[in-house]
């Protein structure tokens, strides 16, 4: 219905943002937040594979990091985020000396191209927010209009049907032929995406500024209930445990009104469930976990020999499916009578990432994650940082779990998120700080 917009989309993105910057200043403010409002964008094709597959995100990135250079390259030494850059100047030498001494060297200096577009959009948030104390909140507002925007496009392909989507054809998990069941994957080409996107996402409606008016207290908690009825709608068993496990952290950490609203919710869950779960993708899909775990460990399992033999440097990014063509053909799905579809990843999104980058990349790629994770719990239990930051930890933990079954930072917008969820925690104010700002 909307496919050939697929083929605009990307103009009118890139057309907006300019027009942004004419109206609000060629600032990192600016773009930032246009990132942030307008991320269902981010991940639109701008040049064919053959030039690089370039998207939207990183165009915007580039454009900031040449005409905002000098805000990009000024070093502030008792900045604590230095440790991230260096982890990231690790891996990407890991990434490209991977890359040219695998296999399949062609495509080695593009990756590492590819992989600045992120690192640079999470230098200038992190400047930006130590420079201004109250860019912080106007992210996590920006990050909520997103949200709303991918929210309100879902509900609309639920009730016209999932030929209401960008993309000319959707992943192979969205319609059942046999069973008749349909999965949901809203602005997303895949399904398990746009449930750990929501996933994810559903903690920050539940971030309320102090003094926020009951009107705006209670838009919240309602797009909080359609995040999660959106999870449903997807069908994804991973985004709802990792919500499950997130939503578990979040009684601990947060504060008292919290843990009430999550018994309420417990509560409704469970009565949700006794209704739905016979009607429902998610509920319906249960009775297969035994057999869909037998399947997976045996990817798994290849995925993990082919480790062990590229230990330090892996076979190269985004050489998976290559790497099976050649030495594991076994591994594929046949997706029509004669058409085979060789696996992309294995299952499981941390053997990616040590398939690919070898054990020395995986471990980078783990301190990005559990660093931010730590740093936030011990702050927290130090009284530096309010309970509130228990929810973006919550989320943070949530794609911990999600990230487990599939490989899903591939998406330009579950990246951001991620990445926007480990700033949010790096740069929270302070106590002290917050309560001087306030009065």
Not at 64 to 71: E, G, P, R, V, Y
């Amino acid at each position: 219905m909307l496919n050939n917009l697929l083929y605009i989309l990307p103009g009118v993105t890139l057309f907006l943002f300019f027009v942004n910057i004419y109206l609000k200043g060629n600032n990192v403010s600016a773009c930032i937040l246009f990132i942030l409002t307008f991320l269902p964008l981010m991940d639109l094709k701008v040049t064919v594979e053959a030039w690089g597959g370039f998207k939207t995100f990183d165009v915007i990135c580039y454009y900031c990091l040449f005409f905002l250079l000098k805000d990009f390259i000024t070093i502030d030494l008792k900045n604590h985020t230095n440790f991230y850059f260096v982890l990231f100047v690790l891996l990407t030498v890991i990434i490209l000396i991977g890359g040219l001494a695998s296999e399949f060297p062609q495509h080695a200096y593009l990756n590492v191209l590819k992989i600045f577009p992120i690192f640079i959009f999470a230098r200038f948030y992190v400047k930006e927010c130590f420079i201004d104390p109250s860019f912080l909140r106007k992210t996590i507002n920006s990050l909520k209009i997103s949200y709303a925007l991918a929210l309100g496009f879902l509900l609309i392909q639920w009730v016209v049907g999932l030929k209401f989507t960008f993309y000319p054809e959707l992943g192979p998990n969205t319609f059942d032929a046999v069973t008749g069941a349909v999965r949901y994957p809203g602005i997303f080409y895949d399904s398990q995406a746009s449930g750990q996107f929501l996933a994810m996402g559903s903690f920050i409606f539940l971030y309320n500024a102090d003094g926020a008016s009951k009107k705006m207290l209670a838009l919240n908690y309602i797009a909080f209930f359609i995040a999660v009825t959106g999870i449903v709608l997807a069908g994804s068993r991973a985004a709802f445990g990792g919500f499950a496990i997130g939503l578990m952290v979040m009684f601990f950490m947060t504060a008292r009104q919290y843990r009430v609203y999550g018994l309420v919710l417990i509560i409704l869950s469970g009565l949700t469930y006794s209704l739905v779960s016979t009607k429902t993708v998610l509920f319906a899909r249960a009775g297969n976990i035994s057999e869909d775990y037998l399947f997976r460990k045996s990817i798994w399992q290849k995925a993990f020999d082919i480790s062990k033999e590229h230990p330090y440097l892996g076979i190269g990014a985004e050489n998976y499916q290559k790497y099976i063509k050649r030495h594991a053909q076994d591994q594929y799905l046949e997706v029509e009578e004669g058409e085979l579809l060789y696996f992309d990843q294995p299952e499981n999104g941390y053997l990616k990432v040590m398939v690919e980058l070898g054990f020395s990349g995986f471990l980078i790629f783990i301190l990005f994650l559990i660093v931010p994770l730590i740093s936030g719990v011990t702050y927290n239990l130090k009284g530096l940082y309010d309970n509130r930051v228990g929810l973006f930890i919550a989320a943070l933990v949530c794609f911990l779990v999600e990230f487990n079954t599939v490989y899903s930072i591939w998406d330009n917008r579950i990246l951001i998120m991620v990445v926007s969820i480990i700033t949010v925690i790096l740069v929270y104010p302070v106590k002290q700080y917050s309560e001087n700002n306030a009065n």
